[in-house]
């Protein structure tokens, strides 16, 4: 899976393959994978005004 920079003061890259939602915090070279990972949240993530933020509330423990 490729991923992308993005605009965030706390996410460095997400890739997303309609399954997976990776991840790569700025403070780690390590990626977390999140597997199951629905379409409609990932562009809710992605457009969120802090993706950082979204990622606690919403994703962190919740997925595989």
């Known amino acids: 899976m490729t991923l ?3 605009n965030s003061s ?4 997400v890739g997303y393959d309609g399954y997976t939602l990776a991840v790569q915090f700025h403070t780690s070279e ?8 629905p379409q409609s949240l990932f562009e809710e993530f ?6 950082g933020e ?3 509330k ?3 423990g919740k997925f595989q």
């Open 4 to 6: 992308v920079a993005v």
């Open 10 to 13: 706390a996410i460095e890259a």
């Open 30 to 37: 390590t990626i977390y994978e999140h597997h199951g990972f």
């Open 46 to 51: 992605i457009n969120a005004p802090s993706m």
């Open 54 to 56: 979204f990622y606690n």
């Open 58 to 60: 919403f994703i962190k």
